[in-house]
């Protein structure tokens, strides 16, 4: 069982990552995440955050080192369990929606992880409540606005009760009200949150902790407002203050 | 369900049935009434069926019962034969009717429906997720071959006094280029899609949500359509004239 303390802490230990083409995208990643922490993941193109990403449910599996999340190591028969505990909302709404309805899309995670079919209908309503598109359950996800869509492709993984949620870019693409609402949204989440971003301002205004990642390694780790404050590091990592 | 039935029924009226084929047409009408469709739309959409009828048009000449006519092209002497008309006439209402049958199943329900329905109907479950997909990701699909075919236009400018477009060889190999950049793009996002899915705990089978009993209304109304249909195939094989 996984104990309240530990839950939705995450722990990352010397994580090395080649893809199988030899690009060694990650050479000894450490990083520890507390339970309920909002952290931004920023850093140049490249640098290895959406590798990192993938790693946090076992979609890649380390080359060296090990993850662990709530106290489970991502590995073997953990992943299951791993993959209810971390939610992954993929950049591109067109990729994580994928089936005819909007309410297919957000029980599937529910549906495969084998909860019951009227415990499935609740979390339904409750994640699409959470996200603000309740009522759009029998929507097509083609139908729907690009940020109507991301909202939805957040739900898909609130309904599967995960302890951290994991985004990779989730402004990109956003008009200034979608954003606002995608920031109200990231703001009032008790789960852990990693937040893989270019969008500085957003990390000013919703994530206290910042790490920034380049070739494959950590090269900064503290409050966001003192690393948003210096200039020579940003520089040097391809990045700008808000 | 009834659409299949009904369309096979059309497909098993004997030749020169028209009474049969107008009692259909009738009813199909009705069916579009209710269901608030303006009538032109159906008929416009059935044009779909019109390659099948052209198919249909060599009948017309090489059945060779009772000629009516003939009609000398250089070297071909064509003769029209009532029989073969009769079969062409035929053809062409029978396929007409039974698009606007699937039009009219198309145009009122829901897609997601649709597959509700195949899955009930013991359509193996990888299939029904195939059309699933296919569905959703074909706009997705016809949205970037848009944004690209736009990137070109973009780039197709003529320099003043300089023929532009270049060959038929060249235009070619952009096209291809083009086609082939929208098969890895699709290929990329079906490892994106696929990586989302076992995100989500997909682990290899489809699992799917109970679905809506079928209400007696439903089981009624299916009774009561596959029972006229019946009836009307015996009244068109039996009484009703035909060739």
């Known amino acids: ?242 | 369900m009834l659409a299949v039935a009904v369309i096979l029924a059309i497909a098993l009226l004997p030749v020169g049935s028209y009474l049969a084929l107008a009692v259909v047409l009738i009813a199909l009408t009705a069916g579009s009434l209710v269901a608030r469709l303006g009538p032109l739309r159906l008929v416009r959409g059935a044009f779909v069926a019109a390659p099948f009828m052209l198919v249909a048009v060599p009948l017309v000449f090489v059945r060779t019962g009772d000629p009516l006519g003939s009609v000398d092209l250089g070297p071909l002497n064509l003769t029209f034969s009532g029989e073969g008309l009769r079969i062409f006439t035929t053809i062409a209402l029978k396929s007409w009717l039974s698009v606007q049958v699937a039009l009219l199943l198309t145009f009122t329900t829901p897609f997601h429906d649709l597959l509700d329905a195949l899955r009930e109907l013991r359509l193996p479950r990888i299939l029904v997720a195939i059309i699933g997909f296919m569905y959703r990701y074909l706009a997705v699909l016809g949205e970037e071959a848009q944004r690209l075919m736009r990137a070109r236009a973009a780039r197709s400018a003529v320099a003043e006094g300089v023929a532009g477009g270049g060959t038929i060889a060249w235009r070619a190999r952009v096209t291809g280029n083009m086609v082939g950049s929208l098969f890895l793009r699709s290929y990329e996002r079906s490892e994106r899609i696929y990586a989302a899915m076992q995100a989500r705990g997909f682990e290899g089978t489809f699992r799917h949500m109970e679905l809506r009993p079928i209400r007696r209304v439903e089981w009624v109304a299916l009774g009561i359509g596959l029972a006229s249909l019946s009836v009307l195939l015996l009244a068109a094989h039996v009484w009703l004239p035909h060739a």
């Open chain 1, 1 to 242: 069982m996984i104990d309240a303390i530990a839950r939705g802490a995450v722990e990352i230990q010397h994580l090395h990552y080649a893809y199988p083409d030899g690009f060694e995208a990650l050479k000894g990643v450490d990083l520890r995440i507390g339970g309920g922490e909002k952290v931004a993941l920023v850093g140049p193109n490249g640098a290895g955050k959406s590798t990192l990403l993938l790693h946090l449910n076992g979609i890649n599996r380390p080359g060296h080192g090990t993850v662990t999340i709530g106290g489970m190591a991502v590995e073997g028969a953990n992943v299951r369990r791993i993959r209810a505990e971390v939610g992954l909302v993929f950049q591109d709404p067109d990729d994580q929606l994928f089936s005819p309805t909007v309410l297919d899309d957000v029980a599937f995670g529910p549906l495969h992880m084998g909860v019951s079919h009227d415990e499935i209908h609740r979390r339904v309503e409750h994640a699409l409540d959470a996200v603000g598109m309740a009522g759009f359950e029998r929507r097509l996800p083609s139908h729907l606005s690009i940020g109507q869509r991301k909202r939805v492709a957040l739900a898909t993984v609130l309904s599967m009760d995960p302890s951290v949620l994991v985004f990779d870019e989730p402004s990109a693409g956003l008009d200034p009200r979608g954003r606002r609402q995608l920031i109200e949204l990231l703001k009032g989440l008790t789960q852990t949150v990693v937040v893989a971003t270019h969008d500085m301002r957003l990390v000013a205004e919703v994530l206290p902790r910042t790490v920034i990642m380049d070739g494959g390694v950590v090269v900064a780790d503290g409050p966001s407002a003192e690393i948003l404050a210096d200039d020579a590091l940003l520089e040097r990592h391809g990045l700008e203050r808000p």
